[in-house]
């Protein structure tokens, strides 16, 4: 289909642009930007006068609940979501059930997603069989079948011998490598930073250690292989400086830190607010203004949503019971928004924190509106206020930390290869 944005602020950070510039579309592509191409007709007109046209967001974690936890949620439910928050590429940790290490687990997620016909999905494959730590999985036959990085979901491979092993084997092909860190037995039981909020509430703590001794073991290993590493969720402002001295020695590592720890701290917890259980835990003010820095300074390169719905009668347990876990991708453009306002970042800097870097570190050529480029277009309405609260949320998960919170930024378009796949 032909379409033609017209009269909006067109913000693509890739290409540099922020300007009013219309937008053509044909054949699923971007066929030119500010002149009609040659010839060009409109089978459908988007009247973007007052609003910001950008690529669609690319989100690095989304837990889409399929296969094997369908009850949280389903795949229809979670990519409608994300196309309504703007969301047009994400991708999916490995930790389904069965967790993602065999080709044919990939191949059926891929066909669901595709068969959808909204946001494009990009499978993390599992970096172990049954994510065990034990076996190295075929990253190459994952890679065939849709894979674009390999990962451990919460925690990397407790065998350092395992995890040196597969990062080798993953350098030899050039294969990326996504990893949490957390120190499994460090972090074992704990559900809250290891801090005066845990202390007070009588929690099981997570102290920050656990992420810096995990993380220093993956950079040493990372430095050692030659591997390219990403590193997910970071939560610590010791963490952020490892990165940072990382970035100057000039390894190969990106990172990304959740949107829910860019606005939140420890203190949120209040009275046990199961909401706020997630994983990493939310840390100390201190920690949450090193982050700010982190993402400003590019230390950080991408905000994700972490995404992870959660039933409700799982979050309805005790806070030390309860799931971790929330809904996110709906909130990810409106609170990457807020981060941008309260810090007075240029929204073409805060834009590519959820475009065009994280698709790099994914290594896909999405995340930006070039000729030639895929047609994922996200149109919003940057005035536009609204309330967080179940009813206003799509995704079958509706427990997040911010319900009842007032965001700006609300979605009015969403274009997935050429095709209107969202309006409001």
Same mark, same amino acid.
């Given at each position: 289909?032909?379409?033609?944005?017209?009269?909006?602020?067109?913000?693509?950070?890739?290409?540099?642009?922020?300007?009013?510039?219309?937008?053509?579309?044909?054949?699923?592509?971007?066929?030119?930007?500010?002149?009609?191409?040659?010839?060009?007709?409109?089978?459908?007109?988007?009247?973007?006068?007052?609003?910001?046209?950008?690529?669609?967001?690319?989100?690095?974690?989304?837990?889409?609940?399929?296969?094997?936890?369908?009850?949280?949620?389903?795949?229809?439910?979670?990519?409608?979501?994300?196309?309504?928050?703007?969301?047009?590429?994400?991708?999916?940790?490995?930790?389904?059930?069965?967790?993602?290490?065999?080709?044919?687990?990939?191949?059926?997620?891929?066909?669901?997603?595709?068969?959808?016909?909204?946001?494009?999905?990009?499978?993390?494959?599992?970096?172990?069989?049954?994510?065990?730590?034990?076996?190295?999985?075929?990253?190459?036959?994952?890679?065939?079948?849709?894979?674009?990085?390999?990962?451990?979901?919460?925690?990397?491979?407790?065998?350092?011998?395992?995890?040196?092993?597969?990062?080798?084997?993953?350098?030899?092909?050039?294969?990326?490598?996504?990893?949490?860190?957390? $120190? *499994?037995? #460090?972090?074992?039981?704990?559900? +809250?930073?290891? /801090?005066?909020?845990?202390?007070? &509430?009588? %929690? =099981?703590?997570?102290?920050?250690?656990?992420?810096?001794?995990?993380?220093?073991?993956?950079?040493?290993?990372?430095?050692?292989?030659?591997?390219?590493?990403?590193?997910?969720?970071?939560?610590?402002?010791?963490?952020?400086?490892?990165?940072?001295?990382?970035?100057?020695?000039?390894?190969?590592?990106?990172?990304?830190?959740?949107?829910?720890?860019?606005?939140?701290?420890?203190?949120?917890?209040?009275?046990?607010?199961?909401?706020?259980?997630?994983?990493?835990?939310?840390?100390?003010?201190?920690?949450?203004?090193?982050?700010?820095?982190?993402?400003?300074?590019?230390?950080?390169?991408?905000?994700?949503?972490?995404?992870?719905?959660?039933?409700? $009668? *799982?979050? #309805?347990?005790?806070?030390?019971? +309860?799931?971790? /876990?929330?809904?996110?991708?709906? &909130?990810? %453009? =409106?609170?990457?928004?807020?981060?941008?306002?309260?810090?007075?970042?240029?929204?073409?800097?805060?834009?590519?924190?959820?475009?065009?870097?994280?698709?790099?570190?994914?290594?896909?050529?999405?995340?930006?509106?070039?000729?030639?480029?895929?047609?994922?277009?996200?149109?919003?309405?940057?005035?536009?206020?609204?309330?967080?609260?179940?009813?206003?949320?799509?995704?079958?998960?509706?427990?997040?930390?911010?319900?009842?919170?007032?965001?700006?930024?609300?979605?009015?378009?969403?274009?997935?290869?050429?095709?209107?796949?969202?309006?409001?």
């Amino acid at each position: 289909m032909n379409i033609h944005i017209s009269g909006g602020r067109l913000i693509d950070p890739k290409n540099g642009i922020d300007a009013q510039q219309d937008v053509f579309i044909v054949d699923k592509r971007i066929a030119a930007i500010g002149q009609a191409p040659e010839g060009f007709v409109a089978e459908q007109l988007i009247d973007a006068r007052g609003l910001i046209v950008m690529p669609g967001l690319v989100d690095v974690a989304a837990r889409l609940r399929e296969p094997g936890y369908e009850y949280r949620a389903t795949l229809e439910s979670e990519m409608a979501a994300a196309v309504a928050g703007g969301v047009t590429s994400l991708s999916c940790p490995p930790d389904t059930d069965p967790p993602l290490d065999e080709p044919g687990l990939v191949e059926m997620l891929k066909h669901r997603a595709r068969s959808l016909n909204q946001a494009r999905v990009f499978p993390v494959g599992a970096l172990t069989y049954g994510l065990k730590g034990e076996q190295i999985t075929e990253m190459a036959e994952l890679t065939e079948a849709g894979c674009k990085a390999f990962g451990h979901a919460d925690a990397p491979p407790a065998d350092n011998r395992v995890l040196m092993r597969a990062m080798q084997y993953a350098a030899t092909f050039g294969f990326r490598v996504w990893l949490r860190p957390q $120190d *499994a037995a #460090l972090s074992r039981n704990g559900v +809250a930073h290891d /801090g005066e909020v845990a202390a007070r &509430l009588g %929690l =099981p703590p997570i102290p920050v250690v656990a992420e810096t001794v995990a993380l220093s073991t993956m950079l040493q290993l990372a430095r050692e292989t030659g591997v390219r590493l990403h590193v997910c969720r970071i939560s610590s402002a010791a963490g952020v400086e490892m990165i940072r001295a990382a970035k100057r020695e000039g390894l190969s590592v990106t990172c990304d830190v959740s949107m829910n720890h860019v606005h939140l701290t420890e203190v949120d917890i209040g009275y046990f607010d199961a909401n706020c259980h997630l994983q990493p835990p939310l840390r100390t003010q201190r920690d949450r203004t090193a982050l700010r820095a982190g993402l400003a300074d590019g230390t950080i390169d991408a905000v994700c949503s972490n995404h992870s719905p959660v039933d409700d $009668d *799982a979050k #309805l347990l005790p806070f030390a019971e +309860a799931e971790a /876990g929330a809904t996110g991708m709906e &909130l990810l %453009l =409106p609170l990457v928004l807020k981060w941008a306002e309260q810090e007075s970042i240029p929204l073409l800097d805060a834009i590519s924190r959820v475009t065009i870097n994280p698709a790099q570190s994914l290594g896909v050529k999405v995340g930006h509106l070039s000729p030639g480029a895929h047609a994922d277009v996200c149109v919003f309405d940057p005035q536009a206020t609204w309330k967080v609260e179940p009813a206003a949320l799509i995704s079958q998960g509706k427990n997040t930390p911010f319900n009842g919170y007032t965001l700006q930024g609300r979605v009015r378009y969403t274009v997935v290869e050429g095709k209107t796949v969202f309006v409001a």
